[in-house]
């Protein structure tokens, strides 16, 4: 999965990140900042997804696309889509551009939505990936685990780096008996949760 990443894939990642690290320098107001996840999180992404059950992939804040890709590529792999909402106008746009210059709609099914309005009607989830904004992880929490196939993965990010804010949401999933789940150290702190059941 790695090693054939397409070059137009690959392109528009760099693109992206040197966007982001601009964004991160040049005082970019918050909620304008691509605020994209690190590369090796991008990759811890693409093997979770990628070996993962049977059923949806989705992704709760697409931003301009840069985890997408990662996700696309696992769900080429899989032969799978991956559903991605974001609700933002500016970042639609940047994410749809994304998509096109690195050929990936074909896995791609971007939403214009906030993911609370939808993920009640989606059903079958065997990985979603949550970088949204993070007063909304509880409620996204809630409605995502009920909705995921037994071994299904739920990742959430920025465990570390939003430590204090993220505690209360951290401390709910960890004691959740539905799943088991740890805090891995990679990137700026995934939690990894993963349904019970067979």
Known sequence: MFHDIPAAVEQRMRWLGERDRRDRADGTPHLERLRQIPPETGQFLALLAASAPRGRVVEVGTSAGYSTL??????????????????????????????????????????GADARAELADLSDIAFCFLDAEKDAYGDLYELA?????????????????????????RDRALADARVDALVVPLGKGELVCRKCGA
């Open 70 to 111: 990662w996700l696309a590529l696992a769900c080429r792999a899989r032969g799978d889509r991956v559903r991605t909402f974001e609700v933002l106008p500016e970042k639609l746009d940047l994410a749809r551009e994304t998509f096109r210059l690195a050929g990936v709609d074909e896995w791609v099914e971007l939403r």
């Open 145 to 169: 685990v009920p909705r995921l196939v037994p071994g299904g993965l739920l990742v959430a990010d920025n465990l570390l780096s939003h430590a204090a804010a993220l505690a209360p949401f």
